[in-house]
């Protein structure tokens, strides 16, 4: 996973044309004439099995709280302020009590607990008679999710000091605490750790329950591991999954299962878990993750919370046993990503995780007598798992420092397991210096597969449908391991469906290609666009779902050769006025001119006479004039914005000084600006201050259009120029030309692409039409093949800006029957649309009669 930095605003496609480079002319025409001609007896590239797939991160909340059914948030007390800083051993647990009983609870790390890598127990003094004390547990969100009539399946470990045992009362209850089921009686015997379990049948539905363990008698008792599971998890498995989650996502039929993450793969240290004195923000280490979930240990996740590792390997593979699907891991190459760019130049070390790996295949693919088999048959898998990818490393940005160690992970893999697919990667991005090392490095080594990242745009997507059209057809094969549109409504699901077509037209090339991120908690967010949203009692599909489970169970076995015409475009030019921003940094600007192309003067500020001419466009960050200068002087805020200007300018110079005066990047010099969501802005010292770049907003999302590496000295003066004409864009540092770029790629809003279904016999037309207008489309099949009158079609249709939601999901699949199919016939595509038509093909020359419109009759939704 790429960290991205979103913009505010967003827009519907027609908002942008100021900001895009060609857009279509019939954007606000009623309907725009299409031809699409297949050669319907002719074969393309054969589409891989394993196509799409899902990518599983635990981000957003997306494991503990998400896919994996565990209830009580915190159950063994490890969460710490290394975690997050509002984290304590007692975060997300309360003491209770009737009142006026007083009773101490608190965290322990001491010698007598549970085991080396679950340290932290509770310890509850309960107070002499029969009155109880004890905790109680909010779980996630609004609380622990009950339904009527269901069972629970609850389990603690525990000890006492008390010789004749410690009683626990334990209730599901509401917030108030009012019973939601029959209270569970337990006595504790012993000062040795025992496992305690019991089962709850819930007698009302509740969003917002409670579990409360309390304890009478005097004395102390200790306690660990406290778990609440629902015996209704995905295929009814102990340790199990969420089981409408798992369901849409097995709804997808996914080809494989990339897990267990992005960024928390390869980020923090690659060192093991060493009890007492361990790292507690680690890279993702799978042996941490195997075995009893009471002696796995936890982690500090990268997105800022803690994770249990109770959903681990052994659960990832069995999860993708269940659901049909290749598993597909990705194991740390140490050289951190995602920001941390570290190499870690410890040979001993290195050999290790080698050889961890190599332990991986066998705990997936060894016999039940081998060692890393045995564990896995002891966990309840005697037969292997069928293990044939593997990734090794995540958008790593040092890419000499990754290459040379994801070669030793190449050389023993081959060496040992000659039939793995080792899969390397290209960076965090779609183009750059990394990007183009990487794949000169992977190219250069005969490397299988290849894994890209990126999140860009709408608009990107609209314009590179071709970006696999030149890759070298004998080079590496391209794992999409990562890629969305910048945001949730319906036109970026478009613009993703569009780009999706590209992929299948290139499915020689393009083997895996996975949407990301897979899942996100409503209350838990760190990312978005996601792909199923969840809260504690319901979850939803996004419209980008929709197109993927369109594309994922409709994706034939074999590209038909087609072409489509393309949308007449108009070039406008790139108009806006002017702003200034900082990002986590302090900076002054001054002495700030604009100047048309004929020398007039549209803008010029020294600051002598205030800031009144400048807009806080974000509301962020603590602008004023200071000595002079125009001063953002908050190094924490984010996006700060502010402009000057009209949106109508066009073809201008803007000049600026900049001078940095604290905190981890450089300045942001902004034009083109149509608003807060549509601009452009030269990044100087950006991603703490490494690289420099030209970046593009539009439409809720941002793309690169040119980037370097650069940094930025603390208070030292900089002067800036950047110079706009027409389309192009020419950038000046300190007098020296730093760069330039035209931005004249068409938004091409009809796509489409056919494929083959052999086992029905079936063409399988999609078309994805991201305007306003209607796509009135004659569609010729050639006279090389009979089809059938009748074909079944599938329209996804809405606005450009629908969201779906918990309580409105206007983005579903309608399904409908097409009649008077024949070998060309004219079709009209919705605005805003995807659309699937299944039609039935044989060898053989066409019917004699040819020519008409189909007639859609809508059958069902």
């Not at 790429?2 to 496609?13: E, M, N």
């Amino acid at each position: 996973m790429s960290r991205s930095r979103p913009t505010r605003a967003l827009a519907g496609a027609l908002v942008l044309a100021g900001v895009l480079g060609t857009v279509p002319a019939a954007a606000t025409a009623a309907t725009t004439d299409y031809t699409v001609e297949v050669d319907a007896a002719g074969t393309g590239p054969a589409i891989a099995d394993t196509m799409y797939g899902v990518f599983f991160e635990d981000i957003n909340r997306a494991a503990d709280g998400g896919l994996y059914a565990e209830l009580v948030q915190n159950r063994s007390f490890e969460y710490d302020p290394a975690d997050n800083a509002g984290y304590t051993g007692m975060t997300a647990w309360a003491p209770t009590a009737p009142d006026g009983v007083r009773g101490t609870v608190g965290v322990v790390d001491d010698a007598g607990r549970l085991g080396e890598r679950n340290r932290r127990y509770l310890r509850l003094d309960l107070p002499a008679g029969g009155q109880g004390y004890g905790v109680v547990n909010a779980g996630y969100n609004s609380g622990i999710r009950l339904d009527r009539q269901r069972y629970y399946d609850f389990s603690l470990w525990a000890r006492t000091g008390t010789a004749a045992g410690t009683p626990l009362t334990v209730r599901l209850t509401d917030p108030a605490g009012a019973d939601l089921a029959a209270p569970l009686r337990i006595v504790v015997r012993g000062d040795g750790w025992t496992k305690y379990t019991g089962t709850f049948r819930a007698t009302a539905t509740s969003s917002t329950g409670r579990l409360a363990v309390t304890g009478t008698g005097g004395g102390t008792v200790h306690l660990d591991m406290v778990s609440l599971f629902p015996r209704d998890t995905f295929k009814n498995r102990p340790n199990g999954m969420r089981r409408d989650l798992a369901e849409k996502v097995a709804a997808l039929r996914p080809g494989f299962l990339r897990f267990p993450g992005g960024c928390l793969v390869n980020t923090g240290s690659h060192y093991g878990y060493t009890a007492p004195d361990y790292e507690r923000r680690r890279s993702y280490q799978w042996k941490d993750t195997v075995g009893p979930v009471e002696e796995r240990a936890t982690n500090a996740n990268f997105w800022g919370y803690n994770q249990s590792y109770g959903l681990g390997y052994y659960e990832y593979f069995q999860f993708a046993e269940d659901i049909g699907t290749m598993p597909l891991p990705v194991v740390p190459a140490l050289v951190t990503g995602c920001g941390q760019n570290q190499a870690t130049d410890d040979p001993e070390l290195l050999r290790r995780h080698v050889q961890d790996t190599l332990d991986l295949i066998e705990f997936a693919n060894g016999p039940a007598t081998s060692p890393w088999g045995g564990l896995r048959a002891r966990m309840g898998h005697p037969a292997p798992f069928g293990l044939t990818h593997l990734g090794v490393g995540n958008e790593e940005n040092l890419p000499d420092e990754f290459f040379t160690r994801f070669q030793q992970f190449r050389s023993a893999i081959e060496a040992a397991y000659p039939e793995i697919t080792v899969i390397s990667n290209s960076g965090p991005d779609d183009a750059g210096g990394t990007f183009d090392r990487l794949w000169q490095l992977n190219r250069d080594a005969g490397v299988e597969m290849v894994d890209e990242h990126y999140y860009n745009s709408p608009e990107w997507f609209l314009q590179h449908n071709d970006r696999y059209d030149s890759y070298d057809r004998a080079g590496p094969k391209v794992f999409l391991g990562e890629y969305a549109s910048q945001d949730n409504r319906f036109y970026n699901a478009l613009a993703e469906a569009a780009y999706m077509t590209g992929l299948e037209r290139n499915a020689d090339v393009v083997r895996l290609a996975s949407y990301a991120p897979l899942l996100a908690n409503e209350d838990y967010v760190q990312w978005r666009p996601d792909l199923i949203w969840f809260n504690n009692s319901t979850s939803w599909p996004s419209a980008s779902y929709q197109v993927q489970k369109l594309f994922m169970t409709n994706v034939g076995d074999e590209v038909v050769p087609s072409r489509a015409s393309g949308t007449p475009s108009t070039t406008v030019p790139i108009t806006g006025a002017v702003g200034l921003s900082t990002w986590a940094t302090s900076a002054a600007y001054d002495d700030v001119t604009v100047t048309s192309a004929d020398g007039a003067t549209l803008l010029r500020d020294d600051f002598s006479g205030g800031a009144g001419q400048w807009t806080h466009a974000t509301g962020r960050g603590s602008w004023s004039v200071v000595d002079g200068a125009y001063l953002q002087s908050d190094a924490v805020a984010e996006d700060t914005m502010v402009t000057a200007g009209d949106p109508g300018w066009r073809d201008y110079d803007l000049r600026v000084t900049a001078t940095k005066r604290s905190g981890r990047e450089g300045f942001l010099v902004v034009f083109g600006v149509r608003d807060t969501g549509n601009f452009y802005w030269w990044n100087v010292g950006g991603w703490n201050n490494t690289q420099t770049a030209v970046e593009k907003a539009s439409g809720g999302g941002k793309q690169t259009m040119i980037a370097k590496p650069g940094s930025v000295e603390t208070g030292r003066a900089y002067d800036l120029r950047i110079s706009v004409r027409n389309r192009t864009v020419t950038l000046y540092l300190d007098g020296q030309e730093w760069g330039s770029f035209t931005d004249d790629r068409a938004v091409e809003p009809f796509r489409q692409v056919v494929t083959r279904d052999r086992a029905t016999g079936e063409l399988v037309l999609k078309v994805v039409n991201a305007q306003a207008s209607e796509a009135a489309t004659r569609i010729d099949l050639g006279d090389r093949v009979r089809v059938g009158s009748t074909a079944r079609v599938t329209t996804l249709a809405g606005g450009p800006d629908d969201v779906n939601t918990a309580s409105f999901t206007p983005i579903q699949p309608r399904e409908s029957r097409l009649t008077g199919v024949r070998n060309t016939f004219s079709y009209t595509f919705p605005a805003y649309s995807v659309t699937f038509i299944r039609i039935g093909a044989t060898a053989g020359p066409a019917a004699p009669s040819r020519g008409g419109d189909g007639v859609v009759e809508r059958t069902a939704r």
